[in-house]
């Protein structure tokens, strides 16, 4: 073999080592920038928090306006009662269950007469209503039944409701206020009012057996929330 043949071998071994290098070289460089590639993203997120809703009637607190004032009670005669405020405070809707407890230290209960008229509003009615509440009360007890006949005077944003309560067991003393979850009028929404006024009646025929005697009565208001099979507990 002569040098010329000698050199074209070595310098094309070269070539082939060359371009074998440069093509190692651009390979890496290929792999390595796979993994530098960048993609536009985006992303978002929601978050959210559940808080146990309030079922409170007047803020959690006992009535402080007495049922009845302190008077002398005779046969025949119709005692009044105060107007006592019932108010949704919490930030539920409820039905409410109203009983009202009496009790007379001798005698009988059979001789007393209960009633009640009650409007349930969001704005504080004015005096007038509440006079003309008295009045229809007061044609309850002689014998009117339907007491919105004598209340076309209230606003239409008022609901009123009354009538002459009787008791199932006359020992007991316990009487239910409308009839629970089945008056509708007794469901309030947040921030609406019920202001009842309870009235009692003497029979005539009361003897001297009730001279003295003292009439006690209380008021229980329970609420429950307003969905199917909740309970008065």
């Known amino acids: ?40 993203t985006s992303e978002t997120n929601a978050h959210g928090e559940l808080k146990g809703g309030m079922l409170e009637l007047n803020n959690g607190t006992d009535i402080e306006q007495p049922l009845f004032d302190e008077k002398q009670f005779s046969p025949s005669q119709l005692q009044y009662g105060s107007w006592v405020s019932l108010s949704n405070t919490g930030d539920l809707d409820a039905h409410l269950k109203a009983i009202y407890n009496h009790s007379i230290d001798k005698a009988s209960l059979d001789a007393y007469e209960v009633g009640y008229m009650a409007m349930k509003y969001t704005v504080k009615p004015d005096q007038d209503a509440y006079k003309d509440s008295k009045i229809a009360l007061d044609n309850l007890f002689n014998g009117v039944t339907n007491e919105r006949s004598v209340m076309k005077s209230l606003p239409n944003d008022i609901e009123v409701s009354g009538k002459i309560v009787t008791q199932k067991d006359a020992d007991s003393g316990e009487i239910v206020l409308g009839e629970g979850s089945e008056d509708s009028f007794w469901e309030v929404e947040e921030g609406q009012y019920i202001d009842l006024m309870i009235a009692v009646k003497l029979d005539e025929s009361a003897g001297n057996d009730y001279q003295g005697a003292r009439y006690n009565a209380s008021l229980n208001v329970i609420a429950k929330q307003t969905d199917d099979g909740a309970k008065y507990e």
């Open 1 to 40: 073999m002569n040098m010329s043949s000698e050199n074209k071998r070595i310098r094309k071994s070269g070539l082939k080592k060359a371009l074998l290098a440069t093509s190692l070289s651009g390979a890496l460089i290929v792999s390595a920038g796979m993994g530098t590639y960048s993609w536009f």
